[in-house]
């Protein structure tokens, strides 16, 4: 598990991503099927280390009513309905009509399909047409879009609600001086929750790097 290249950072030590997998309990057989297919599709999702902490915020926080952008094949969408609990709602977005129609297939297995609303497009856009406030917004599209995906997620939180992020150490490249499109706009990103005067950061080094921000 801990080698799978889709699941684990470039960064951290082996035996120490090793460690933190090998604690993590045993996930359900929806959830082992979906990283089985993700590990041989490589399809890059968050992985139990993440989703964990993904879940703990939201029970932490009483999150309720979540809002994804980029949401692949549903795996961390499951984790955040499971934990926003009976009366959660949580809105999947992907721009992929395969990926939305394997995740379908996913929430019904995992008993979650009625808390999920599933949008198939643009994350950004469907995120600003969605009427009404997020008590946490989770994003994970393509990294050059980590900036926009800020612009039109911070109006759509409400005051005291969570914005995370994943993927903000990118590889290990985020510290370095950069001229790829997805770094910059990591550290583009990283800098602008960090310096914004209505948001209290933090960020995580678990597995490729997890940015977290509460909405003053
Ligand atoms: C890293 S994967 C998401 C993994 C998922 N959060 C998980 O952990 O199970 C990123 C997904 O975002 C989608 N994507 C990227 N940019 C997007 C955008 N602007 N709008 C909608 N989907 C987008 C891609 O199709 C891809 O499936």
Known sequence: MARNRNLTSAFVRQD???????????????????????????VPIIGPAVARLLALLVRISGAERIFEMGSAIGYSTIW??????PRGEVFYSDGDPENAQRARRSFQKAGVAHRIHVGVGDALKILKRTRGAFDLIFIDVDKHQYPAALRAAL???????????????????????????ATRAIQKFNRAVFAHPRLDTSMISLRDGVTISRKL
């Open 16 to 42: 120490i991503e090793e460690y933190i997998y090998g604690l993590l309990p045993k996930r359900d057989a929806v959830l082992r099927e979906m990283e089985a297919y993700a590990a041989k599709n490589r």
């Open 80 to 85: 955040l309905a499971r934990a926003a609990g």
């Open 155 to 181: 109006p759509k939180l409400r005051r005291g609600g969570l914005l995370v992020a994943d993927n903000t150490l990118w590889h290990g490249r985020a510290p370095h001086p950069a001229k790829d499109a």
